[in-house]
């Protein structure tokens, strides 16, 4: 399993595939319409990736590459889940103030809005009084994260 080792996009995109895969309340639809120049047809990956760009829940770089082995930030993918509960349906209202987390200027703006609503449906928490919103997610920290999100969303 290797809780240590960082998740990537690759596998972000391949455990949110096989979870709607196999949890009907957690199922999502996608046009599996999207291909990157960098992700292969052949790639253990490559129908994850798809169905998820398909999907709307994740998106590659702007010069058209998915970046597969790229390391996951903790904000990036806070972002992701808060975009996969949106295409599912959920309410994804929920909020809180970030400011007892003193690294919570860190965060892009991008995912402000994500980083507050996981914080507030318990799916990402901090220690230590930091989030840690650039630093790498270990696959112990997603899996983590994908269980309290199934929790809340299911």
Known sequence: FEPN?????????TVLYKLSQTNSKLKLSSTNKASFSD??????Y?????????AGIVKGYDNGTFGPTDKITREQFATILYAYAKK???NVSATTSLSSYSDSGSISSYATT???WAVAKKIMS???????????????????????FAATVA
Do not use: H, Q
């Open 114 to 116: 994500a980083m507050k």
């Open 39 to 44: 992700v292969p047809s052949d790639a253990w």
């Open 88 to 90: 599912l349906g959920c």
């Open 46 to 54: 490559a129908t994850a990736v798809k169905w998820a760009a398909g």
């Open 126 to 148: 901090g220690s230590d009084g930091k989030l840690r919103p650039k630093s790498s997610l270990t696959r112990a920290e997603a899996a983590a994260m994908i269980r309290s």
């Open 5 to 13: 080792t960082s998740l990537n996009r690759a596998m972000a995109a």
